[in-house]
């Protein structure tokens, strides 16, 4: 073990040593702008990409810009958006970021060719907002659909048999319903309205509007460039080769030389400034556990959705790591098998009693992924953030009549009164269907209580907000589910005020599931090959 933990911090030290003299030679002297292109939705865990100025991860996207907030040889950020780089919630994460740079008088400059709703309300944080005059913004407001099966289910001869519990918990009903039931229509109208109010305070702040003024201008729906300008969305018409002007203007004015702005990728920047401020690693530094959730839980392991033999053993030994000082658990997930869920619940719980852990919701974090949440000291969630969902459901498709159809013939012999109560050639028996809610209610009971221990909530105050109910993370901070609203980096501030660590105080982030220790050093190799 003490091999692998030198060469760890002997790889640290070259890497460092390596960005020092790098950035000495390579980063401009007079201050410049970090010029970052998100062209697609950035992915939880970092990936490869083909551009120097693109992110690999959103947590990186972050790390960048609050770098750059922090960093004085830093005029200012130039964003080139293409699509909507994130979620609803990763949106106000990044904007969050963007405000933080202007209000530490750095510029910050979007040039996009359209825009969406979505990419508006990122853009909106900016100091200006250019498109080229054939651009188009496609303000149409928001509509949530839902996909109904039991017409055609029938149609071929399939029968839907589910069980809730939770008058609220509706993930059955596409497979039961034609529309909506009201139950389900009354959170999605809620849910919707709230993301809503997000987007237009959102827009009416960055954009300096009422907030009536932005909802007529969302009734008016697509604009073109010029249309946008005229309705305060859009700053001017600028094409790509033009915004070098632009730039000078924001600018501050160098202390010698010609007035120019230079720009540096935003990756070729990650590589040489971030860490670098941190010094070279000494031994003894702390750690901080970045860890990844993502996807529908299981209970198997691999790298598809959240596996609970996987994760459980990533949990369990960042709490025998001493080196390990807290974790902050990224949850994306909608949930999943009841019992995986309480297992890595477990595994949470035990880890907290360690040292402290800090859970940041990402858009969803519903059923089994507020489970393994709840068991966090605290939680942080956008205002987008769908969270809660505290129900159970369950079920079985009845296949019969479409076997009987096709001319399959089925038959067997059983010992036991429910042998066939996973049988897909026949629905629940009345007995069967009274087992399976007993069951299915005692799991709603432990979910209950799990959520009342770790929130410090009344069970009664539970029960309010369960039912299968799914809310906003504004709501749910009302509702206690949540302490806070904000994403990746305030979680990982309160994670290290938790762990104890000073402002300033060498910490290094551990990104997991991760791939090899040496990966960093590597990316920094690849990019000096160019």
Known sequence: MRIPAMLRRAAARSADGVRRAVARRTLPRDPFFVAMHLDAPLPELPV???????????????????????????????????????????????RRALRVLRERGKPVVVHAASLDTASLLLASAA??????????????????????????LTRIGVRADVVHVG??????????????????????????????EAIVD???????????????????????????IEAGLVDACLYADELDRALVELAPAPAAGPRAVSRVEARTYAALRPRASQ???????????????????????????VGAASLAAILDALRETPAVRGVALRIESPGGDALASDLLWRSVERLTREKPVVASLGDVAASG???????????????????????????????????????????????????GMLSETRPFSADERSALRSGMSALYASFVDRVARGRHLA????????????????????????????????????????AGLRVGEPGWLRVLPRTTPLAGLRGLLRWLRG
């Open 279 to 305: 010094g070279p690693r000494r031994h003894g530094d702390a750690d901080i556990a970045y860890l990844v959730a993502e996807g529908t839980i299981h209970r198997g392991s691999g790298p598809r959705g």
């Open 202 to 228: 959102g827009l009416a702040e960055g954009r300096g509007l009422a907030p009536s003024d932005v909802r007529a201008r969302v009734d008016r729906g697509l604009y073109t460039a010029r249309a946008a």
């Open 459 to 498: 069970t009664d105050a539970v029960l309010r907000a369960a039912e299968g109910r799914v809310w906003s993370g504004t709501r749910a901070q009302q509702l206690g589910l949540v302490d806070s609203l904000g994403g990746p980096l305030e979680a990982l501030r309160e994670l290290r005020r938790r």
């Open 127 to 152: 100091s200006r907002v250019f498109m080229p005059e054939t651009g188009t913004l496609q303000l149409l407001g928001l509509r949530s659909e839902g996909v109904y099966l039991r017409e055609l």
């Open 48 to 94: 490869p990409t083909r551009s120097r100025e693109t992110p690999g991860s959103l947590l990186e996207a972050l790390l960048i810009l609050d770098a750059a907030a922090r960093d004085p040889g830093v005029a200012g950020l130039l964003l080139r958006l293409e699509n909507a780089p994130a979620g609803w919630s990763g949106i106000l994460s990044l």
């Open 369 to 419: 992924g507020y489970y393994l949440a709840c068991a966090a000291d605290a939680i942080f969630a956008e205002a987008t953030t769908l969270t809660g969902s505290i129900g159970v459901v369950g079920g079985k498709l009845d296949v019969s009549e479409l076997y009987r159809r096709l001319g399959v013939g089925r038959d067997a012999v059983e010992r036991g009164a429910r042998a």
């Open 167 to 196: 008058s609220h918990k509706t993930a059955g009903e596409m497979f039961t319903r034609d529309g909506m039931s009201p139950e389900q229509r009354e959170q999605q109208e809620a849910l919707l309205e709230d993301l809503f």
